[in-house]
């Protein structure tokens, strides 16, 4: 299927799945409906120019959407065409929402407007309704092909999932996101099953450290590997769309070649710059590419990339495939597998293959919420931007026009009145010297009392309350850094923790501190019992909208390391041929403190791919790898991770 094809005209047939489910029941013919519709996606557009697809609530949604993350300038328009079966009037909605109406927050800052051959429809969008719904856009006169445009207002986090042309003036379409997702693949001309996408020895979702690890682990002892990441970059946390720095030491006694294919995949040492932080830098200082170079030199990996895991086929508590749906053409595919891991952070493979996990009832560690400023009238970082308006930003400084005003924002968290890290005298656990330096650090983290796993969107969006709530309070109520902006921000959320699928063996805090030595210790753990929750001098009147945190740390959270933690904690105890690695392997809580660190679970991803290698060649389970062949487990992990069979 050509890009540009993915529009197209309904009849009866395809109106009805998107009929509510009242007018469904009353149907009895599909003659009881008509139209004709086209349906356009937003992730599909031909241009997507500066929006960004954000993949995140596809679970919850069954779709991506465009987000306009401008920092407050509006980007660049995104646009494509449109060829009509018939001329004349249209009734057009568009699937959006006014992002901080959760909040009952004033302004709606996400406007934007829909552009047809660069005229504007009198409706705004962005403006009405807490939930994704359809927004009508009225109705208007179209010719046979237009260019349709989304046209962003703001800068400030706008968003569009899909936009529906109606013939039928009548017709209102529903949320339902049963209906509408058939809907969506009946007009895409999408087959109802998934296309082949090949058998494996061994199937690994989720392409962070963890499982690009272990897809390269597997791969180098023989196997064939697919890796599914749903991300057009590798490294998860660790890339440059999340920038958090990779921890915990590689190359421990007595295994020192164990986290030799994570440091293959690690950005190279950096200084701590002028902020003493390695997080949230420049881009390329993550090095995304050099992960997808060491991948593509394996031939035995194929590489999924920007493709979600979206269901699981199993038979008798072993998985046999997944199934994954790109996030840019909708189309599904069928991986086949003998083995397979959950690398996914959010434990998606084991969730819906039915394993057992936990996760925990109230008090989550939250998302990070990385982000940075820059000075406008220093070249050199000028120079360097990472801005959308990079052009216009390098001209203004060359002829001297370096102020950098920014609006107030009523929607945002209200911060004029609060301390905050960065603002005077108050710094973050940890934080720099310099005020600019306590901006975007590790700390500032929010989601502790929500889900990590439906309420994704909404901790991501509080992340953006609160960046917003702090800038405006330092440049429009301090009246300070007149030349500095807003240099970058994470749209893709940073998670510490989600749900945990158990194995075997759970690992507790406690075995760390009373170090309890288990005889199948495959991966070191070097950082801290380090569990996050709101920092209390930050918190005050923020019930629910907590976005800074504070770590475990000193007597009772440290102990002797490296700490080798064990292999049971790698594989499912019900699903026979399920391995994990990453944070949503078998640990408690606070046990996850220690583990989740992205370096640390490399080297589990290079544990599980070695086992599942074993699992090939005497055919058998991740379990009877520690029962009958821990040995031989122990025997490759002396071997330099570069060595190939």
């Given at each position: 299927?050509?890009?540009r094809?993915?529009?197209n005209?309904?009849?009866?047939?395809?109106?009805?799945?998107?009929?509510p489910?009242?007018?469904?029941?009353?149907?009895?013919?599909?003659?009881?409906?008509?139209?004709?519709?086209?349906?356009v996606?937003?992730?599909q557009?031909?241009?997507?120019?500066g929006?960004?697809?954000?993949?995140?609530?596809?679970?919850?949604m069954?779709s991506?959407?465009?987000?306009?993350?401008?920092?407050?300038?509006?980007?660049?328009?995104?646009?494509?065409?449109?060829?009509?079966?018939?001329?004349?009037?249209?009734?057009?909605?568009?699937?959006?929402?006014?992002?901080?109406?959760?909040?009952?927050?004033p302004?709606?800052?996400?406007?934007f407007?829909l552009?047809?051959?660069?005229?504007?429809?009198?409706?705004?969008?962005?403006?009405k309704g807490?939930?994704?719904?359809?927004?009508?856009?009225?109705?208007t006169?179209?010719?046979?092909?237009?260019e349709?445009?989304?046209?962003?207002?703001?800068g400030?986090e706008?968003?569009c999932?899909?936009i529906?042309?109606?013939?039928?003036?009548?017709?209102?379409?529903v949320?339902?996101?049963?209906?509408?997702?058939?809907?969506?693949?009946?007009?895409?001309?999408?087959?109802?099953?998934?296309?082949?996408?090949?058998?494996?020895?061994?199937?690994?979702?989720?392409?962070?450290?963890?499982?690009?690890?272990?897809?390269?682990?597997?791969?180098?002892?023989?196997?064939?590997?697919?890796?599914?990441q749903?991300?057009?970059?590798?490294?998860?946390?660790?890339?440059?769309?999340?920038?958090?720095?990779p921890?915990?030491h590689?190359?421990?006694?007595p295994?020192?070649?164990?986290?030799e294919?994570?440091d293959?995949?690690?950005p190279?040492?950096i200084?701590?710059?002028?902020?003493?932080?390695?997080?949230?830098?420049?881009?390329?200082?993550?090095?995304?590419?050099?992960?997808?170079?060491?991948i593509?030199?394996?031939?035995?990996?194929?590489?999924?990339?920007e493709?979600?895991?979206?269901?699981?086929?199993?038979?008798?508590?072993?998985?046999?495939?997944v199934?994954?749906?790109?996030?840019?053409?909708?189309?599904?595919?069928?991986?086949?597998g003998?083995f397979f891991?959950?690398?996914?952070?959010?434990?998606?493979?084991?969730?819906?293959?039915?394993?057992?996990f936990?996760?925990?009832?109230?008090?989550?560690?939250g998302?990070?919420?990385?982000?940075?400023?820059?000075?406008?009238?220093?070249?050199?970082?000028?120079?360097?931007?990472e801005?959308?308006?990079?052009?216009?930003?390098?001209?203004s400084?060359?002829?001297g026009?370096?102020?950098?005003?920014?609006?107030?924002?009523?929607?945002?968290?209200?911060?004029?009145d609060?301390?905050?890290?960065?603002?005077?005298?108050?710094?973050?656990?940890?934080?720099?010297?310099?005020?600019?330096?306590?901006l975007?650090?590790w700390?500032?983290?929010?989601?502790?009392?929500?889900?990590p796993?439906?309420?994704?969107?909404?901790?991501?969006?509080?992340?953006?309350r609160?960046?917003y709530?702090?800038?405006?309070?330092?440049?429009n109520?301090?009246?300070?850094?007149?030349n500095?902006?807003?240099?970058?921000?994470?749209?893709?959320?940073?998670?510490?923790e989600?749900?945990?699928?158990?194995?075997?063996?759970?690992?507790?805090?406690?075995?760390?501190?009373?170090?309890?030595?288990?005889?199948d210790?495959?991966?070191?753990?070097?950082?801290g019992?380090?569990?996050h929750?709101p920092?209390?001098?930050?918190?005050?009147?923020?019930?629910?909208?907590?976005?800074?945190?504070?770590?475990?740390?000193?007597?009772?959270?440290?102990?002797e390391?490296?700490?080798?933690?064990?292999?049971?904690?790698?594989?499912?105890?019900?699903?026979?041929?399920?391995?994990?690695?990453?944070?949503?392997?078998?640990?408690s809580?606070?046990?996850l403190?220690?583990?989740?660190?992205?370096?640390?679970?490399?080297?589990?991803?290079?544990?599980?791919?070695?086992?599942?290698?074993?699992?090939?060649?005497?055919?058998?389970?991740p379990r009877?790898?520690?029962?009958?062949?821990?040995?031989?487990?122990?025997?490759?992990?002396?071997?330099?991770?570069?060595k190939?069979?």
């Amino acid at each position: 299927m050509k890009r540009r094809q993915f529009i197209n005209t309904v009849g009866k047939a395809t109106l009805l799945l998107l009929a509510p489910v009242e007018l469904l029941a009353k149907s009895k013919t599909l003659d009881d409906i008509s139209g004709e519709f086209i349906f356009v996606e937003a992730e599909q557009f031909i241009n997507q120019g500066g929006w960004e697809l954000d993949q995140q609530s596809m679970d919850q949604m069954g779709s991506p959407y465009l987000l306009a993350h401008g920092l407050g300038i509006p980007v660049e328009d995104a646009t494509t065409e449109i060829v009509f079966p018939k001329v004349g009037k249209y009734r057009i909605w568009v699937r959006t929402r006014d992002w901080v109406a959760p909040w009952k927050a004033p302004g709606a800052p996400g406007k934007f407007q829909l552009l047809l051959d660069n005229k504007p429809l009198t409706e705004t969008f962005g403006t009405k309704g807490a939930d994704w719904h359809w927004h009508d856009g009225g109705v208007t006169e179209v010719s046979k092909k237009i260019e349709l445009s989304l046209h962003d207002l703001t800068g400030f986090e706008g968003r569009c999932e899909a936009i529906l042309f109606c013939k039928d003036l009548n017709f209102k379409p529903v949320n339902d996101v049963t209906a509408l997702t058939k809907f969506r693949r009946k007009l895409l001309g999408l087959p109802e099953q998934p296309k082949d996408g090949g058998s494996f020895d061994f199937v690994v979702s989720g392409g962070g450290f963890a499982g690009t690890c272990a897809a390269l682990a597997a791969a180098r002892n023989g196997l064939t590997v697919a890796l599914i990441q749903d991300r057009p970059v590798l490294g998860g946390n660790g890339s440059s769309e999340v920038r958090v720095w990779p921890e915990g030491h590689t190359k421990q006694k007595p295994y020192t070649h164990v986290g030799e294919i994570v440091d293959e995949i690690a950005p190279s040492a950096i200084d701590l710059g002028k902020y003493g932080t390695r997080n949230a830098r420049l881009g390329e200082s993550y090095d995304d590419q050099r992960k997808i170079e060491v991948i593509k030199k394996e031939p035995r990996i194929t590489l999924f990339l920007e493709e979600r895991v979206i269901k699981v086929l199993q038979e008798n508590n072993a998985v046999n495939a997944v199934v994954s749906q790109n996030t840019r053409t909708a189309i599904h595919t069928k991986i086949k597998g003998n083995f397979f891991a959950d690398c996914t952070g959010d434990a998606t493979v084991g969730f819906l293959a039915g394993a057992d996990f936990e996760i925990s009832g109230s008090g989550f560690m939250g998302f990070s919420n990385m982000w940075n400023v820059m000075d406008a009238a220093n070249k050199e970082e000028v120079l360097k931007c990472e801005c959308k308006d990079k052009t216009a930003l390098t001209l203004s400084c060359e002829i001297g026009e370096v102020e950098q005003p920014f609006p107030r924002c009523p929607w945002a968290l209200d911060l004029s009145d609060k301390p905050f890290p960065g603002r005077a005298n108050y710094k973050g656990q940890w934080g720099s010297e310099d005020p600019l330096g306590n901006l975007g650090g590790w700390f500032w983290e929010s989601g502790f009392d929500k889900d990590p796993i439906t309420d994704v969107e909404k901790i991501r969006d509080l992340n953006f309350r609160a960046m917003y709530g702090a800038w405006d309070a330092l440049k429009n109520v301090d009246k300070l850094y007149p030349n500095h902006r807003l240099g970058w921000s994470a749209f893709i959320s940073g998670k510490r923790e989600s749900r945990r699928l158990m194995g075997d063996l759970k690992l507790t805090a406690d075995n760390f501190r009373d170090k309890v030595d288990f005889e199948d210790g495959v991966f070191p753990c070097s950082w801290g019992i380090d569990v996050h929750t709101p920092h209390e001098s930050f918190d005050e009147d923020l019930k629910g909208e907590e976005f800074i945190s504070f770590a475990t740390t000193g007597k009772g959270y440290d102990y002797e390391g490296p700490y080798w933690a064990p292999y049971r904690a790698l594989y499912s105890r019900n699903i026979t041929n399920l391995f994990m690695a990453g944070r949503n392997i078998s640990v408690s809580r606070e046990g996850l403190g220690p583990v989740r660190v992205m370096k640390t679970c490399g080297m589990m991803g290079e544990a599980i791919g070695k086992a599942a290698s074993i699992c090939i060649n005497h055919k058998t389970t991740p379990r009877d790898v520690y029962k009958n062949h821990l040995n031989k487990l122990k025997e490759l992990m002396k071997q330099p991770g570069a060595k190939r069979v």
